[in-house]
Each structure stands twice: as C-alpha cells, then as structure tokens.
C-alpha cells in the first residue's frame, strides 16, 4: 500500500515552467513504475512521462519529449515532474501512480495500482 499526494499545479502562460511534486508515503520499490498521468475535460488520463523506479530509465510521448522531465529524489519519496516551455494543450489535471512489475514502458491507467487524487494546471495563451 502507498498513499500518493500531488501538488505543485497552478495557473500559467504559455512558454513558462512549472514543476509537480508526487510524496509517496513510502520509498518506491527497484521494480515499480512510476508515471505522471494528465487528463484534460472530456478526455481519458494519457501518459505523460514515466521512469522505472529501480533503473532510473525514463520514457516521454513526442507530445512532450524535450519540454518535461521525470525524476525521484535520494530518498525515493518525492516524484516530480518538471514541465518547461507549457503550452496551451498541457492544461489539465496531473495525477502520479506506481505499478509493480515495470518490464515495459505501457501507461495505460488499469495497469497502475495507485493514484494520487492529481493537481491542476492551466495554461493559458
């Protein structure tokens, strides 16, 4: 069991940062899959970013390759996600889940164990 807490969203224009934070109520595990999900109004959660806890091999979709940014802290605790460059098609709620068995970079929401409750972010033009 892990309890997950985002935070760290807000409201920004375009082409500025801003970074995500995940605090995991216990250190992830060498064989779990962390991943940061975003799901904008009327959509499903897609995968934006996901990073095996163990290797520390890190995988992005095209749609935002080169502007964010996976990580985990010493302690492996805190996940964040740092977003540069925002544009308008990023808005939407950010949620971070752990699954186990991470042996493929698959993102898709059923596979994952736990979710945090996510944090908003809006950006505008």
């Known amino acids: 069991q892990v309890h997950l807490v985002e935070s760290g969203g807000g409201s920004v224009q375009a082409g500025e940062s801003l970074r995500l934070s995940c605090l995991a109520s216990r250190a992830t595990r060498p064989d779990e899959c962390i991943t940061w999900f975003r799901q904008s109004s009327g959509d499903d959660r897609a995968g934006v970013a996901i990073?095996?806890?163990?290797?520390?091999?890190?995988f992005y979709p095209d749609s935002v390759k080169g502007r964010f940014t996976i990580s985990q802290d010493v302690a492996k605790t805190t996940i964040y996600l740092q977003m540069n460059n925002l544009k308008p098609e990023d808005s939407g709620m950010y949620f971070c889940?752990?699954?186990?068995?991470?042996?493929?970079?698959?993102?898709?929401?059923?596979?994952?164990?736990?979710w945090g409750r996510g944090t908003s972010v809006t950006v505008s033009s």
């Open positions: 889940a752990l699954r186990r068995n991470c042996d493929s970079w698959t993102m898709r929401p059923s596979l994952y164990e736990y």
């Open positions: 990073m095996g806890a163990g290797s520390g091999s890190t």
